[in-house]
């Protein structure tokens, strides 16, 4: 078990994602069967709620670094129990609103403030591997979750989903309390002169966001194109859906830490990406024939794309880590965070859409675009984060040996 402040984040991490994997199993059926809301209205209002915590993301990040990363990460998990707990009051799309818009930026605060917190707390070649320590810890809570909420499920009553609601609302507070107990952030001094957003004039560091944003419909493409495809375009039998996903998990968990080495500088960690783009191209390429093949080699095919993508996404993660962090001026962490998840969030914003496009509606050479823009998506970063290099007023922290 880690120690000191990795300790608390992580023992606050899984606790936080016990809630979280609560909320993501039964929030749908929630809203759409207890709270008002139709289908339509559910996707709408929570593409709302995604736009307001992408547009949120550094103004949030700026004041982590101001008024203090650590009080800033608690006000906003303390904000976001109150929300969700608000949450049992929805009955319809506009209390939903109401409540779900102050809760995406209460979300946007916590994760640039957790981003700023990360790079004070933790030394410079060890914030790349807490990431990737916290994102074991996340597939493990959400997973944990995931199975708690299959109880609802089970008893399917207004009062059990509820009860997941309001459990969900405690982890927060729970994880409010441990974080309390770090180290308090020191604020970071108002710059005399020039704009107060940096992040979003700092054009080497916008490009890589958005080749990061691109890289990232790589979720998409796991979690929503990947199961309709293997269920309505190849022969293989539905449980595979849930083989693939099981696998996802597990490989995450015990793999993430390992992929994450050496990616601690930027210069590494671009490597890293390009290496993620050509495992999601051969990840595409492998879904492709599966819809070609029949039986044991359509499974095989699958499986193996499956470990492949994997793959890509531990080495996309940490490359993400180590060059937010890398690239970020020492006194703005916490609003280069903030512009760092606005690529992945608008990337996930966007996946559903273009992926079932290109793979469903295009088949075989959909799956193959796809692949080709992760592979050049990948390509273009070292090139990109070199630049971005040259451009700094600062040097990134040397890595330990």
């Given at each position: 078990?880690?120690?000191?402040?990795?300790?608390?984040?992580?023992?606050?991490?899984?606790?936080?994602?016990?809630?979280?994997?609560?909320?993501?199993?039964?929030?749908?059926?929630?809203?759409?069967?207890?709270?008002?809301?139709?289908?339509?209205?559910?996707?709408?209002?929570?593409?709302?709620?995604?736009?307001?915590?992408?547009?949120?993301?550094?103004?949030?990040?700026?004041?982590?670094?101001?008024?203090?990363?650590?009080?800033?990460?608690?006000?906003?998990?303390?904000?976001?129990?109150?929300?969700?707990a608000a949450l049992?009051?929805?009955?319809?799309?506009?209390?939903?609103?109401?409540?779900?818009?102050?809760?995406?930026?209460?979300?946007?605060a916590q994760r640039?403030?957790?981003?700023?917190?990360?790079?004070?707390?933790?030394?410079?070649?060890?914030?790349?591997?807490?990431?990737?320590?916290?994102?074991?810890?996340?597939?493990?809570?959400?997973?944990?979750?995931?199975?708690?909420?299959?109880?609802?499920?089970?008893?399917?009553?207004?009062?059990?989903?509820?009860?997941?609601?309001?459990?969900?609302?405690?982890?927060?507070?729970?994880?409010?309390?441990?974080?309390?107990?770090?180290?308090?952030?020191?604020?970071?001094?108002?710059?005399?002169?020039?704009?107060?957003?940096?992040?979003?004039?700092?054009?080497?560091?916008?490009?890589?966001?958005?080749?990061d944003g691109l890289?990232?419909?790589?979720?998409?493409?796991?979690?929503?194109?990947?199961?309709?495809?293997?269920?309505?375009?190849?022969?293989?039998?539905?449980?595979?859906?849930?083989?693939?996903?099981?696998?996802?998990?597990?490989?995450?968990?015990?793999?993430?830490?390992?992929?994450?080495?050496?990616?601690?500088?930027?210069?590494?960690?671009?490597?890293?990406?390009?290496?993620?783009?050509?495992?999601?191209?051969?990840?595409?390429?492998?879904?492709?024939?599966?819809?070609?093949?029949?039986?044991?080699?359509?499974?095989?095919?699958?499986?193996?794309?499956?470990?492949?993508?994997?793959?890509?996404?531990?080495?996309?993660?940490?490359?993400?880590?180590?060059?937010?962090?890398?690239?970020?001026?020492?006194?703005?962490?916490?609003?280069?965070?903030?512009?760092?998840?606005?690529?992945?969030?608008?990337?996930?914003?966007?996946?559903?859409?273009?992926?079932?496009?290109?793979?469903?509606?295009?088949?075989?050479?959909?799956?193959?675009?796809?692949?080709?823009?992760?592979?050049?998506?990948?390509?273009?970063?070292?090139?990109?984060?070199?630049?971005?290099?040259?451009?700094?007023?600062?040097?990134?922290?040397?890595?330990?040996?």
């Open positions: 078990m880690p120690t000191g402040p990795l300790r608390l984040l992580v023992v606050a991490q899984l606790v936080n994602t016990l809630g979280t994997g609560l909320w993501m199993v039964t929030s749908a059926l929630y809203l759409t069967r207890f709270a008002g809301l139709t289908i339509a209205q559910t996707g709408a209002a929570l593409t709302v709620a995604a736009l307001v915590c992408l547009l949120a993301s550094v103004p949030m990040g700026y004041l982590a670094d101001r008024a203090g990363a650590r009080g800033v990460l608690v006000a906003g998990l303390v904000a976001q129990a109150v929300g969700t049992v009051l929805v009955d319809s799309v506009w209390t939903y609103l109401l409540v779900a818009v102050p809760l995406a930026i209460a979300d946007a640039g403030a957790k981003g700023a917190v990360i790079a004070v707390a933790v030394p410079a070649d060890r914030r790349v591997h807490t990431r990737a320590y916290l994102r074991s810890v996340t597939n493990v809570g959400i997973a944990a979750g995931s199975a708690l909420a299959g109880v609802a499920l089970a008893v399917d009553t207004r009062p059990a989903f509820m009860a997941l609601i309001l459990a969900d609302a405690l982890t927060y507070l729970i994880a409010a309390a441990l974080l309390s107990r770090l180290a308090p952030v020191p604020r970071t001094a108002k710059r005399p002169e020039g704009p107060r957003l940096i992040a979003l004039r700092d054009r080497p560091f916008l490009a890589f966001v958005a080749l890289l990232s419909t790589h979720f998409g493409v796991f979690e929503v194109a990947l199961p309709l495809w293997i269920a309505h375009r190849t022969d293989a039998p539905h449980w595979l859906i849930a083989v693939v996903f099981l696998t996802n998990t597990t490989v995450v968990v015990l793999l993430q830490v390992r992929a994450a080495r050496g990616t601690d500088h930027p210069t590494g960690a671009a490597r890293a990406a390009r290496r993620a783009g050509l495992a999601l191209f051969a990840a595409c390429a492998l879904y492709a024939l599966s819809g070609h093949a029949h039986h044991t080699v359509t499974i095989t095919l699958l499986v193996v794309g499956a470990l492949t993508h994997v793959v890509g996404e531990l080495w996309h993660s940490a490359s993400g880590w180590g060059i937010s962090f890398g690239l970020a001026p020492p006194d703005a962490q916490g609003q280069f965070q903030g512009a760092y998840a606005i690529g992945m969030q608008f990337g996930q914003m966007l996946a559903p859409l273009v992926v079932t496009t290109l793979a469903l509606g295009w088949g075989g050479p959909g799956w193959l675009l796809l692949g080709a823009t992760f592979a050049l998506a990948g390509a273009a970063m070292p090139p990109v984060v070199a630049w971005a290099l040259r451009n700094r007023t600062f040097h990134p922290e040397p890595v330990a040996a």
